[in-house]
């Protein structure tokens, strides 16, 4: 059974510093994983994927993740914080070919001046 | 493109009342997702339709809960009679093909049921 596992519920970081938002997961199978970013009152919107290519993928914003099997992690960094990123992240796995989404628990990403 | 578009935005009704949702799927998107997010159980998903046809509905919670997509540019989610637990913020997504394509989610109804 796959599952996703967000170590911190809550990180809060001053802008200009590095952000890393940490994540394991567990699969069966090849996994396709995925990082979400929700701000208030508004839909997820997909920040970066990995779907068995190069390790290390890169999204928008400035953000990227690298995928370490040895580890089962896909930690989300960022190396500076701007106020704007605030909001809640969420990491997410599927299994190969699979249209189903494991949304982790979140993490709420608190920027401060 | 306007995104998928939901309705409404903010929903409070009294427990036994039915409630309807509403969602219109991005343009050209073959496959329609509902999830729900609480607290408690975060993001779930509901129902999963790829070309109008309800494909797993394995994570609609008991009877009272009900999906149709009558066709490929409307679906609905109602819930009769609703009830105080099922108070959430109830996402639509969509996207065209499976899962290696991204899910493009719309801005969520948040349903508070008194």
């Known amino acids: 059974a796959q599952s996703v596992t967000q170590l911190d519920s809550h990180v809060s970081v001053s802008e200009g510093t590095p952000v890393l938002l940490r994540c394991n997961y567990s699969?069966?199978?090849?996994?396709?994983l995925f990082w979400y970013v929700q701000h208030p009152n508004k839909g997820l919107q997909l920040l970066l994927k990995y779907t068995s290519a190069a390790t290390l993928v890169k999204g928008i914003n400035g953000f990227e993740a690298e995928f370490k099997k040895s580890e089962t992690s896909f930690h989300l960094t960022k190396p500076s914080a701007h106020m704007s990123d605030a909001a809640e992240y969420f990491c997410?796995?599927?299994?190969?070919?699979?249209?189903?989404?494991?949304f982790g628990s979140g993490t709420r990403l608190l920027v401060r001046p | 493109d306007a995104g998928v578009i939901q309705s409404p935005r903010h929903e409070v009704t009294e427990m036994g009342q039915e409630v309807t949702l509403r969602c219109k799927p991005i343009?050209?998107?073959?496959?329609l997702f509902w999830y729900r997010q609480t607290m408690m159980r975060g993001l779930e998903l509901l129902i999963y339709?790829?070309?109008?046809?309800?494909?797993?509905d394995s994570g609609m919670p008991e009877d009272r809960f009900s999906a149709k997509m009558p066709n490929a540019s409307f679906s609905t989610l109602k819930i009769q009679p609703s009830e105080p637990r099922d108070s959430a913020v109830y996402f639509c997504?969509?996207?065209?093909?499976?899962?290696?394509?991204?899910?493009?989610f719309g801005p969520g109804t948040r349903l508070t049921v008194l």
């Open positions: 997410v796995v599927s299994e190969d070919s699979s249209y189903k989404l494991i």
């Open positions: 997504a969509s996207s065209f093909g499976g899962a290696y394509n991204e899910q493009f």
């Open positions: 699969s069966s199978y090849s996994p396709s």
């Open positions: 339709f790829n070309n109008n046809v309800p494909i797993d």
């Open positions: 343009s050209g998107h073959n496959s």
